[in-house]
């Protein structure tokens, strides 16, 4: 069992920054493959970052590349998403979610890959 809470979203003007940290409890954290999806109204959930257990492996969506960064902390058991350069288009509830399975190197980076979901966090991107 893995538990997940997000904090740090908010309301931003187009250009700014916000970082959303997610925290974990109730396993080893460095067994658990990490990810931020996020799903706007009317949308599907999509995978906007995801990282491996050993942090050496990191997929980005194309449009977040350059302005999102992700990182884990698997002492603090955080993993955390820097979002700079916000767009409107950013605007959506932002999920972590862990993934049990696979190696230290692996990835996931679709919704059915991932076991755990936090409640997740809103972040509006104001034009």
């Known amino acids: 069992q893995v538990q997940l809470v997000e904090s740090g979203g908010g309301l931003v003007q187009a250009g700014g920054s916000l970082r959303l940290s997610c925290a974990a409890s109730?396993?080893?954290?460095?067994?658990?493959?990490m990810g931020w999806f996020r799903q706007a109204p009317g949308k599907e959930r999509e995978a906007v970052a995801a990282?491996?257990?050993?942090?050496?492996?990191?997929y980005y969506l194309d449009s977040v590349k350059g302005r999102f960064t992700i990182s884990r902390d698997n002492v603090k058991k955080t993993v955390d998403l820097q979002m700079n350069s916000l767009k409107p288009e950013d605007t959506a509830i932002y999920y972590c979610?862990?993934?049990?399975?696979?190696?230290?190197?692996?990835?996931?980076?679709?919704?059915?890959?991932?076991?755990?979901w936090g409640q997740g966090t809103q972040v509006t991107v104001s034009s």
């Open positions: 109730g396993r080893t954290f460095s067994t658990v493959v």
């Open positions: 990282i491996s257990r050993n942090g050496m492996n990191i």
């Open positions: 979610a862990a993934d049990l399975s696979g190696y230290s190197w692996s990835i996931r980076t679709t919704t059915n890959e991932y076991d755990y």
